[in-house]
């Protein structure tokens, strides 16, 4: 059965964005996009809020996302090839291919999604997470910490969720960063 995984970039002190919205203090260099690009070989699926599709959609979208960097271009041929699903009340339409458009996270749309699903799905961005971690919908959290404290902004963790873990994965990369994977028990 395919798995749900929560995958983020937090700073140490627990948050996905700054006060401002910004992410650049979680940019993850070469040696980060690689391993990130070989996970998302298991996953088939994404489960995107509007924010965080908005914020994705460049990898197919804008070719100057991909010409970064040799791995950017490697990431973004795999981010294309998977089936994003979006939840928004707002959004009229997606612009992207291999994309479906949901109005709410519900159990039963994940669990279609699932059983659809020819690998893994992975909930990105906090606020969907925040939700479906709530649900009981999250098998796996794959936090990858950067070096920064930003002091505020979006939280990784929904205050009051309370989940046992198990240790399943610890990788430590050159920039600093440190990514831990967590089966939900």
């Known amino acids: ?52 599709y908005e914020t994705m959609a460049g990898w197919e979208t804008d070719p100057a996302f991909a010409a970064q960097t040799p791995e950017s271009a490697r990431w973004a041929t795999a981010w294309q090839a998977a089936e994003k699903i979006v939840f928004s009340k707002t959004l009229t339409e997606v612009r992207t291919k291999r994309t479906r458009l949901e109005r709410e996270l519900t159990a039963e749309v994940v669990e279609r999604a699932r059983d659809e699903a020819t690998g893994d799905l992975t909930v990105e961005g906090p606020t969907l997470a925040h939700s479906a971690l709530r649900l009981g919908l999250v098998d796996v959290v794959e936090i990858l910490i950067c070096p920064a404290i930003v002091g505020g902004g979006a939280p990784v963790l929904p205050d009051g969720l309370r989940l046992d873990l198990s240790l399943e994965r610890e990788r430590r990369f050159g920039n600093g960063m440190v990514q831990l994977t967590y089966a939900v028990r």
């Open 1 to 52: 059965m395919s798995r749900v995984i929560y995958s983020v970039a937090s700073s140490l002190d627990g948050y996905n964005t700054d006060a401002q919205g910004d992410f650049s203090w979680a940019y993850p260099g070469e040696e980060v996009i690689a391993a990130l690009t070989a996970d998302i070989g298991a996953v088939s699926t994404y489960l995107y809020g509007r924010r965080m």
